[in-house]
């Protein structure tokens, strides 16, 4: 009932930039925390920055300074500019929503997940 679809991952040089988008469909009442995570070979996923629908945004120390998240609540789609990307950036990306969806009076909340898309950093 609810999708999140990513896209804007690719090959990029150390130093390069790479803006990623998410955006959620289906019978969605409202998103609230959205965020990215990435997952590098061998690695646990981890956390790598968040956005509340107020726009209070919290970064991994890993990539501050570097990467800006931000979205836009009419189109339901959350954003990340990565700049200065280094091969340590290298992983697979996955959008995440906390979303109440569903038809009133029968809501419910669960937390989604993208596919996932493939930043590669190398020269």
């Known amino acids: 009932q609810v999708q999140l679809v990513e896209s804007g991952g690719g090959l990029v040089q150390p130093g390069g930039s790479l803006r990623l988008s998410c955006a959620a469909s289906?019978?969605?009442?409202?998103?609230?925390?959205m965020g990215w995570y990435r997952q590098a070979p061998e690695k646990e996923r981890e956390l790598v920055a968040t956005?509340?629908?107020?726009?209070?945004?919290n970064y991994a120390d890993s990539v501050k300074g570097r990467f800006t998240i931000s979205r836009d609540n009419a189109k339901k789609t959350v954003y990340l500019q990565m700049n200065s990307l280094k091969p340590e950036d290298t992983a697979v990306y996955y959008c995440?929503?906390?979303?109440?969806?569903?038809?009133?009076?029968?809501?419910?909340?669960?937390?989604?997940w993208g596919q996932g898309t493939q930043v590669t950093v190398s020269s």
């Open positions: 289906g019978s969605i009442f409202r998103i609230d925390a």
């Open positions: 995440n929503a906390d979303v109440t969806y569903g038809t009133f009076p029968y809501y419910r909340a669960n937390k989604y």
């Open positions: 956005i509340t629908p107020g726009g209070t945004t």
